[in-house]
């Protein structure tokens, strides 16, 4: 058979979802995703690149995203937490810059204030941030503190009167360079407790700097963020943000989401390394008929079916309220490491094309390595998982 022969689109599991795992959605929920996919086809994949080379945001992106109206599906749409997981994987695969753009404004700044702010809060703060009237940014890692950020926060905040006072730095803040809103985590120096806070970025004394020069993400605008005598009014103080035991709420949540994601760049390295190996000729036929390009093929599905098969009893899990930190912990590890291999099986499908943006897969490598480090590194992952299977922490 030719490539001429070959519609890409109309082979057997051209979606990837091997196992059929969408089938458990509702009826309701399938119709959704199919009218997600059909926007993120037509309105983010063929701007996604260019803007990817650029290191710039499609604002223009914003309204559109509003209209189709993602934000807080569980909590205020009513999906499931299956479903939710599915639609931040197709995000992810179409680009996951925008994917991350949703899911810090969406699963880390949202979720922070439907978990721990009070109900007067939320009825004054959510219905724009629902509408995406205000974006949000979410800062808790730190110049110096990634990992540890847990027991070493070192942006404080004192209180003085009616007001908090907060000094610090954050980094890697994603969004943050043109959010309206960002939730600020700080050591509050009465108690040494983290404590949370929504900060208007207009504030006096809070400065945002873009990080440049990345390699991974490029689309996201990540930045420096400066805390210098920033007054925050009692009222924005989080009402439930009183220990780094209620962040982590926020946290298991965002890891979950994180884990689809690795799914995701699978299913978009999948996408692009199939289509290729079908499409390119080498010694006169397509480079997919070759036994090594199958296997690699075959051991990118099965890294991503695999993957999602995991995420999939785990949303299950979170739907039925038993999900626990250590099982989001081992499916952000392993789903993470699966992804490093399917992106690298990827690009070399491509050879040299694999190496330039042109072919889309350079930016599905580069991106994987974002998603492997952020929501906690593979390594602090395996050991929280590892500390839950032993009883022993490896961690100091």
């Known amino acids: 058979m030719s490539k001429a022969d070959i519609d890409i689109n109309n082979l057997p599991y051209a979606d990837g979802d091997f196992f059929a795992f969408e089938q458990l ?9 199919a009218e997600v996919r059909e926007f993120l086809a037509r309105e983010v994949k063929p701007i996604a690149v260019d803007c990817w080379n650029r290191g710039e945001f ?22 499931s937490n ?6 931040h994987a197709e995000a992810t695969r179409a680009d996951t810059s925008i994917a991350t753009f949703m899911g810090v404004h969406d699963g880390l700044f949202t979720g922070s204030i439907e978990a721990l702010a009070s109900e007067e809060q939320q009825e004054a703060w959510l219905p724009d941030i ?21 027991g070493g926060t070192r942006t404080t905040a004192r209180r003085e009167g009616g007001s908090w006072i907060l000094n610090g730095a954050k980094r890697w ?24 806070f929504l900060v208007d970025t207009s504030t006096e004394g809070y400065s945002a700097t873009k990080i440049e020069n990345k390699i991974s993400l490029r689309t996201v605008q990540n930045a420096d963020i400066t805390l210098d005598n920033v007054v925050v009014p009692e009222f924005f103080k989080l009402a439930h943000a009183n220990s780094f035991r209620d962040t982590n709420k926020v946290l298991k949540v965002t890891r979950l989401a994180v884990a689809w994601q690795a799914v995701g760049q699978q299913l978009a390295a999948f996408d692009v390394a199939r289509r290729y190996a079908v499409e390119r000729s080498q010694f006169g036929r397509p480079i997919a008929s070759f036994q090594l ?7 990118i599905l099965g890294n991503a079916v695999s993957s999602m098969g995991m995420m999939v009893r785990l949303s299950q899990l979170e739907d039925l309220g038993q999900a ?8 952000k590890a392993f789903t993470t490491a ?7 099986l990827g690009r070399s499908i491509l050879g040299g094309n694999g190496i330039v943006t042109d072919y889309e897969m350079a930016k599905v490598f580069s991106d994987a390595e974002a998603i492997y480090s952020y929501e906690g590194t593979h390594e602090i992952n395996t050991l929280v998982a590892g500390r839950a299977i032993t009883g022993i922490s490896a961690i100091v």
């Open 130 to 150: 629902y509408s995406l009237k205000k974006i949000g940014a979410f800062g808790l890692t730190e110049p110096l503190g990634g990992s540890d950020v847990a």
């Open 173 to 196: 803040i994603g969004n943050a360079t043109f959010s309206d809103w960002v939730v600020i985590y700080a050591r509050d120096l009465a108690d040494n407790q983290v404590k949370g």
């Open 324 to 331: 626990k930190d250590e099982q989001s912990a081992l499916a």
């Open 25 to 33: 959605l509702s009826g309701k929920e399938q119709d959704r995703l």
């Open 82 to 87: 299956l479903f939710a997981g599915i639609l």
């Open 58 to 79: 499609p604002m223009e992106l914003i309204p559109k995203l509003a209209e189709i109206d993602l934000v807080s599906p569980v909590r205020r749409q009513g999906y």
């Open 338 to 344: 699966r992804m490093r291999e399917s992106v690298a």
């Open 293 to 299: 390009v199958q296997h690699q093929l075959v051991q």
